[in-house]
């Protein structure tokens, strides 16, 4: 696994679970991703709109705390931020596939993680791209 680089494609990683959250970054940060740490969607926002920060895509848990969930993240991010790809997971497969029509692309991992499962869907969403 390589280290981060200034083109490394940047993952903003959404979870309320920082055990998890925590995991999932240092196993991207491995596989040569930049990546920045968001407890709710309200520090994902922020993030976001802080300027020079230039994320690629988002990795959200669809259960979040706070007032707005995985859901409301990423329609707020698909209205304001269009070019930002969305990454939605949830802890039963089978509501991550049922709501998966709600969202554009609808989300498509079960937690927990398998993180080589997580680094090829995001190499799929950036059309096959490879994590340098």
């Known amino acids: ?12 990683v959404v979870d309320g679970d ?13 596989c040569g991703y930049r990546v920045i740490e968001a407890h709710d969607a ?16 988002i990795l959200s ?10 859901f409301q993240l990423a329609s707020w991010v698909r209205r304001n931020m ?8 949830a802890v039963v497969e089978r509501t991550a596939n049922v709501v998966g029509d709600l969202c554009e692309e609808g989300p498509h991992l079960a937690k927990p993680y398998d993180p080589l499962i997580v680094v090829d869907h995001i ?6 791209s490879a994590a340098r």
Do not use: C, W
Not at 82 to 89: E, H
Not at 123 to 128: D, E, M, N, P, T
């Open 1 to 12: 696994m390589s280290e981060p680089d200034q083109k490394a494609d940047t993952i903003l």
């Open 18 to 30: 920082v055990i998890t959250r925590t995991v999932i970054s240092d196993y991207l940060g491995h």
């Open 42 to 57: 309200i520090e994902a926002q922020q993030a976001l709109t802080q300027e020079g920060f230039n994320v690629d895509v």
């Open 61 to 70: 848990d669809v259960e979040l705390p706070g007032d707005m969930n995985g």
């Open 82 to 89: 269009p070019g930002v790809r969305v990454v939605l997971s």
């Open 123 to 128: 190499k799929r969403l950036k059309g096959g």
